[in-house]
């Protein structure tokens, strides 16, 4: 038996890079998995990856950002599967800038995507969470919440959902739902491939490790906290970043 047999998991911002390679990662421990993403073309390509893989995978298109969204979001798949096990917030977006020269639309969409649409995720499958007594949460934040150059509005962002993480894990822990943050590093994904071969290096010259992380080490990470074997673990902040030093 696989250690997520029976559950059913939503990964917000699944299209691609580390949401699809939790959504793999979960499939593969036998969650049925639901792809979460406003790019509903990629979110259904995503799933028909995972679906040709022999996976159960299906796929909903939402803005999180939207609190309607992320309602009818977390409505419909305990519609279409009876409840909701595990959800992990991962959806997010960058819009870099110097703290000088940032306008200030580039600091609200960040924020509206990768705060508040966390919290309008949160609470929606929190409430039905707390009548079954039993989820996992588990949100992404980065490592960018030590503060990064050019990234005031993400990294503000990123540190948010750590506090709201903590204050999550008080709130619930009674009702037996853990609530975890992720914090990943430099990881391949088609963001990171498009910076400059000068940055990776350098990027990766901080990694204790000596390599760039990939999607699949952010997914191992999630899946082992969506299963039982992490049931004591909750208010945590597990750094995946191979040591990486900022």
């Known amino acids: 038996?696989?250690?997520?047999?029976?559950k059913i998991a939503l990964v917000t911002g699944a299209a691609?890079?580390?949401?699809?390679?939790?959504?793999?990662?979960?499939?593969?421990?036998?969650?049925?998995?639901?792809?979460?993403?406003?790019?509903?073309?990629?979110?259904?390509?995503?799933?028909?990856?995972?679906?040709?893989?022999?996976?159960?995978?299906?796929?909903?298109v939402a803005d999180v950002s939207k609190r309607e969204d992320a309602q009818k979001m977390i409505e419909t798949i305990i519609q279409r599967h009876g409840t909701i096990h595990i959800l992990v917030n991962?959806?997010?977006?960058?819009?870099?800038?110097?703290?000088?020269?940032?306008?200030i639309d580039a600091w609200d969409e960040v924020i509206a995507v990768n705060l508040t649409g966390v919290f309008n995720c949160l609470q929606a499958a929190a409430i039905h969470m707390r009548e079954k007594e039993y989820g996992r949460i588990i949100n992404i934040a980065s490592a960018s919440i030590n503060g990064n150059i050019g990234q005031a509005?993400?990294?503000?962002?990123?540190?948010?959902?750590?506090?709201?993480?903590?204050?999550?894990?008080?709130?619930?822990?009674?009702?037996?739902?853990?609530?975890?943050?992720?914090?990943?590093?430099?990881?391949?994904?088609?963001?990171?491939?498009?910076?400059?071969e000068k940055v990776w290096d350098i990027m990766a010259q901080k990694i204790l490790l000596g390599y760039v992380g990939e999607p699949s080490d952010v997914g191992n990470a999630a899946?082992?906290?969506?299963?039982?074997?992490?049931?004591?673990?909750?208010?945590?902040?597990?750094?995946?970043?191979?040591?990486?030093?900022?």
Not at 27 to 52: F, M, P
Not at 159 to 188: M, S
Not at 231 to 237: D, F, H
């Open 1 to 6: 038996m696989r250690k997520l047999d029976g």
């Open 16 to 60: 691609r890079g580390i949401g699809f390679g939790i959504a793999e990662k979960l499939a593969e421990a036998g969650a049925v998995t639901a792809l979460s993403d406003v790019n509903g073309e990629g979110a259904e390509a995503a799933a028909k990856r995972l679906q040709s893989a022999g996976f159960n995978a299906d796929f909903i």
């Open 90 to 103: 991962n959806a997010g977006i960058n819009r870099d800038g110097m703290l000088h020269k940032m306008g």
């Open 153 to 196: 509005n993400y990294s503000a962002a990123k540190a948010g959902v750590i506090g709201l993480t903590k204050t999550a894990a008080k709130e619930l822990g009674k009702k037996k739902i853990t609530v975890n943050a992720i914090v990943p590093g430099f990881i391949n994904t088609e963001m990171t491939r498009g910076v400059p």
């Open 223 to 246: 899946a082992f906290l969506a299963s039982d074997d992490a049931k004591y673990i909750t208010s945590s902040v597990i750094e995946v970043t191979g040591g990486m030093v900022l």
